[in-house]
């Protein structure tokens, strides 16, 4: 199992940017598609962004597509996820995911995950 750790969550205005990060450690970040989920009260744990080892592989939710940016530093085991033009709709716990092998978009497919952390845009 890979231990997960996010941050970077906080209060910003409709608008304007966060950078999310998410540290890996406990097995070799090798051959893990990275992930990134949200969830808001009283809804399902969604999609955001999917990342493959070499990063050439990525997939967004369209919800998010053109305004977030998933990449990951592998000499680091640490993933991102840069928020942009952010919209109060985008507010819910964030988390990081990890998966071995190819990526994909469905919350079971991951079997590691972070504590999340809280984003909340004021509109």
């Known amino acids: 199992q890979v231990q997960l750790a996010e941050s970077g969550g906080g209060l910003v205005q409709a ?3 966060l950078r999310l990060s998410c540290a ?3 097995r070799t970040f090798t051959n893990y598609a ?4 949200r969830q808001a009260p009283g809804k399902e744990r969604e999609f ?3 990342a493959g080892w070499l990063s ?4 967004y939710a369209d919800s998010v597509k053109g305004r977030f940016t998933i990449s990951r530093d592998n000499a680091k085991n640490t993933v991102y996820l840069q928020m942009n033009s952010l919209k109060p709709e985008d507010t819910a716990v964030y988390y990081c995911a990890a998966r071995w092998g190819t990526t994909a978009t469905m919350a079971s497919d991951f079997g590691s995950w972070g504590q999340g952390t809280q984003v909340t845009v004021s509109s």
């Open 15 to 17: 608008g304007g940017s």
């Open 24 to 26: 890996a450690s406990g």
């Open 34 to 37: 990275m992930g990134w989920f």
């Open 48 to 50: 955001v962004a999917v």
């Open 56 to 59: 050439r592989d990525t997939l």
